[in-house]
């Protein structure tokens, strides 16, 4: 079975400072890994995948995240941070292979940027 | 073009109540997945319906089934609400042949009394 651990459950951090969200994954198979950030009252948006290829992955807001094999870890990090990136962040997994397996997530990271 | 469409987005019922909840997937998506979300929580897989039928099912009693129509939307039904139903349940639409290209809906808060 695959298991998500986001090991800060908040994460209050100045406008402007770099920050990291923190995962790690449990899995006896190859697995996909997925971020996702969701906003009050609203569903889940994708920030950025991991399915092949290159280990650093990015988004289109500055975000990326390095998927690291040996340490079974999927870090999401940010160099300046807005406040607008206050919100949820949601680290999942799925098994490799197949086209539609389920999202095994995390419980969260809410981000704080204050001021 | 819409995306995931959710009905309703809040609802109460009262313990030992049945509720179904709606959803649309967004335009082009023929495969439709449900999650519950509790407060605090992270989302955890419900099941998924491809062409009518369930294909993968998470750890949820038989309470909770579901159907997806010809026009590929989806209920999700819960019989005999328990106070551990109230959540937020999150549909989630994707394209059976592309890989991980889902789109959440808004959610359904649910609120059993």
């Known amino acids: 079975a695959q298991s998500v651990t986001q090991l800060d459950s908040q994460v209050p951090v100045f406008e402007e400072a770099p920050v990291e969200l923190r995962c790690n994954y449990s899995s006896s198979v190859s697995v996909y890994l997925f971020w996702y950030v969701q906003y009050p009252n609203q569903g889940l948006q994708l920030l950025l995948k991991y399915l092949s290829g290159s280990t650093l992955v990015e988004s289109i807001n500055g975000f990326e995240a390095e998927f690291n094999k040996s340490q079974t870890s999927f870090h999401l990090r940010k160099p300046s941070v807005h406040i607008s990136d206050t919100a949820e962040y949601f680290c999942a997994v799925s098994v490799y292979g197949g086209s539609q397996g389920n999202l095994i997530f995390g419980k969260g990271t809410k981000l704080s940027v204050k001021p | 073009d819409a995306g995931v469409t959710q009905s309703p987005t809040h609802l109460i019922k009262t313990r030992g109540q049945q509720v179904t909840l709606r959803c649309s997937p967004k335009s082009g998506h023929d495969t439709v997945s449900w999650y519950q979300q509790a407060l605090g929580q992270g989302p955890q897989f419900i099941f998924q319906?491809?062409?009518?039928?369930?294909?993968q099912r998470g750890n949820f009693p038989d309470r909770f089934s579901g159907h997806q129509f010809p026009n590929y939307s989806s209920e999700l039904n819960v019989n005999a609400l328990l106070l551990g139903d109230s959540a937020l349940y999150l549909c989630a639409s994707s394209f059976y042949r592309q890989r991980y290209g889902y789109t959440f809906g808004s959610g359904t808060r649910l609120t059993v009394v």
């Open positions: 319906y491809y062409e009518e039928e369930e294909r």
